[in-house]
């Protein structure tokens, strides 16, 4: 079993939509958990830290489930510019544990 | 004003032959991580310094030495390249060691063995 797996996609959504992206990790002792996001033949980038108590930042929502092992990403209103793969990241405390991504594509 | 960057971007070069690539950060970051990205987009750890030493060496075979002359670089060697290291390969870099703490990539090296 993977460490952390995600749903591949592709989603294809409108513009204004809102999409959710979740993930299950498997290791329970995982210290910290993260969104980065990549874009086509481009380096992963930081989209948002993800705590117990869920945060937000402008349109993104992130929720954690410990209990479950669980992390979901929310995006509201989504934008052309969303357009991206979403990475699900885990920590388990020596080293950054990727997800394969799930690819979102935004259409006009 | 690049704060991750790697050389080459692109390198395709035949089995059997040696190659490195270099990464240097300009971001005062003391920890370091190669990382390598296989044609299924999986993005896995291979290696990370801390302070120039060695603290992740996944299990990643001994023909790849990462090499740290100081805490701004982080090289990465591979000798006898085979078919399976064609790959993208991400540096890294993270103020500490913290699980918390946000990790920098640099722009990839795209490596075709032939």
Known sequence: ?108 | DTAVSQTPKYLVTQMGNDKSIKCEQNLGHDTMYWYKQDSKKFLKIMFSYNNKELIINETVPNRFSPKSPDKAHLNLHINSLELGDSAVYFCASSYGTATYNEQFFGPGTRLTVL
Request: proline share 6%; charged share 20%.
């Open chain 1, 1 to 108: 079993r993977k460490e952390v797996e995600q749903d591949p996609g592709p989603f294809n959504v409108p513009e204004g939509a809102t999409v959710a992206f979740n993930c299950t990790y498997s290791n329970s002792a995982s210290q910290s958990f993260f969104w980065y996001r990549q874009d086509c033949r481009k380096e992963p980038k930081l989209l948002m830290s993800v705590y117990s108590s869920g945060n937000e930042d402008g349109r993104f929502t992130a929720q954690l489930n410990r209990a479950s092992q669980y992390i979901s990403l929310l995006i509201r209103d989504s934008k052309l510019s969303d357009s991206a793969t979403y990475l699900c990241v885990v920590n388990p405390g020596y080293a950054l544990n990727f997800g394969k991504g799930t690819s979102l594509l935004v259409t006009p």
